[in-house]
């Protein structure tokens, strides 16, 4: 029988990681872009699980993952705000009259969006904006729900019905 070597004695198994080979600016780029983790997978040619695998190896990249997809998430959560509320920006319009080229600066005025502020107002204010409302049924006075029970004839459980009513 042979006594296991020692854990940094081992030799692993496998294909050498690519992950040295992954250029760290091109990662930053590509998640500041708004790429998922799967498209940059496939950019690097690796599996999602491989991906997936160096974040958990490798803390530092994972961070700076998140940071970098974080931004590219507030860049987007930024304009939302700006096109819900409207916005306005410089810009220069250039023309081409009789061969004379001018250009004239102006500014553009963007009006708010409806759907951008319903959006951001349901996922911001929920309980205020979501679609779904949620209904309370109850009795007379707010009291329960009274059901009747009857093997009786449609005629008579009218009958019934209306007497009920008249007890109010």
């Known amino acids: 029988m042979t006594a296991k070597k ?7 198994n496998g294909r050498p990681s690519k992950f040295g080979t992954v250029d ?3 990662v930053e ?6 790429w998922t983790d799967k ?11 491989t991906w997936n695998n160096w974040k958990e190896a490798h803390p ?12 590219a998430d507030h860049k987007v959560e930024r304009s939302l705000y700006q096109r819900a509320l409207g916005y306005e920006h410089p810009d ?8 004379v080229i001018t250009q004239t600066e102006l500014i553009k005025r963007y009006p708010p969006d ?8 349901k996922n911001r204010m929920s309980r205020e904006w979501r ?35 008249n007890d109010e």
């Open 6 to 12: 020692p854990k940094e004695q081992h030799k692993k």
């Open 24 to 26: 760290q600016a091109q």
């Open 60 to 71: 530092d990249f994972f961070e700076s993952l998140k940071d970098w997809k974080a931004e």
């Open 114 to 121: 409806t759907t951008a502020a319903i959006f951001w107002l």
């Open 39 to 49: 498209q940059m997978a496939d950019f690097f040619d690796v599996t999602e699980q």
């Open 131 to 165: 679609d779904k409302r949620d209904h309370h049924h109850s009795g007379p006075h707010g009291g329960p729900i009274e059901t009747i029970t009857s093997t009786m004839s449609a005629a008579e459980a009218a009958e019934a019905y209306a007497e009920t009513l």
């Open 29 to 34: 780029k590509l998640a500041k872009a708004g």
């Open 92 to 99: 220069v319009h250039i023309s081409n009259y009789q061969g």
